[in-house]
């Protein structure tokens, strides 16, 4: 009896938190205003690089995020000056839960997302309204891993978990992490083969249309590589070597109703 009150309670709550996240989705998707984006720094290790990377973060250092999605949504014809507003938080002292691993079905996510914003309830320090997606960038110093976790860009909940360098040379490759994980936050699917991370065609291409095909010149942002080569595409270092694909701009609700 108790156990299937339970139940009940439990999924009434899922129900809740899925209804409540389809409408919140369904306004930002509608783009009549900014989506209010606040980014919350943290260390990813005990490094002295990573701490004073991290005391030297200034929301300048994110203005370039907020200029890309506006030009990009007006070169879409999204009639919205300023898509995306982000806002900088002050460092956060405590690691927010690991995201699930492999098996990210909508269940885990959504059980995950409730850990996150229990957590994100007690420890958001950052001041002014509620955001409408929170990211948490984790620094790492680069020479203690060359290589970086897996980001997380979940729908349900709103917020990701994006892994970065502390490091001003990796400025321009961690806002494209940024941006695409944020975009993941807003529906966007990824446009890579998951084997291969070798870009799609033709939703993965930036000009799917160029002749000859391959090399391309840019990466189109949920592909996250650019094609050189038949089997090789590099990484881009800045956000003015991506762009967003029209498969991408409909997912986030960029051409809906035109
Ligand atoms: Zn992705």
Redesign the pocket.
């Known amino acids: 009896m108790f156990k299937r009150l339970r139940i009940l309670i439990l999924l009434f709550i899922l129900i809740t938190v899925a209804l409540g996240n389809w409408r919140t989705e369904s306004r930002l998707k509608d783009w009549q205003n900014s989506v209010h984006v606040t980014v919350y720094p943290l260390a990813g290790d005990d490094s002295p690089v990573t701490r004073d990377y991290l005391s030297t973060l200034r929301p300048t250092n994110f203005e370039a995020l907020e200029k890309y999605f506006g030009s990009e949504a007006s070169r879409l014809g999204l009639p919205l000056l300023k898509p995306v507003a982000l806002e900088l938080a002050p460092t956060l002292r405590t690691a927010p839960p690991s995201p699930p691993e492999g098996g990210d079905s909508a269940l885990t996510a959504i059980v995950w997302s409730l850990r996150m914003r229990y957590w994100a309830w007690r420890h958001d320090e950052a001041p002014g309204p509620k955001p409408d997606i929170r990211l948490f960038l984790v620094y790492h110093d680069p020479s203690r891993r060359p290589t970086l976790p897996h980001s997380t ?1 979940l729908r349900e909940g709103r917020m990701a978990l994006v892994q970065v360098f502390a490091s001003p040379a990796d400025q321009g490759g961690n806002q494209v992490v940024t941006a ?1 994980e944020l975009l ?1 936050t807003l529906g966007a699917t ?1 446009k890579y083969d998951p084997e291969t991370l070798m870009p799609r065609f033709p939703d993965g291409f930036a000009e799917p249309t160029r002749e000859p095909r391959i090399p391309q010149e840019r990466a189109e942002l ?1 592909a996250g590589r650019i094609p050189v080569g038949a089997q090789t595409a590099d990484i881009p270092t800045s956000l003015a070597q991506t762009l967003i694909g029209p498969a991408t701009a409909r997912e986030i609700g960029w051409t809906h109703g035109r």
């Open positions: 860009g695409h993941h990824d949920m």
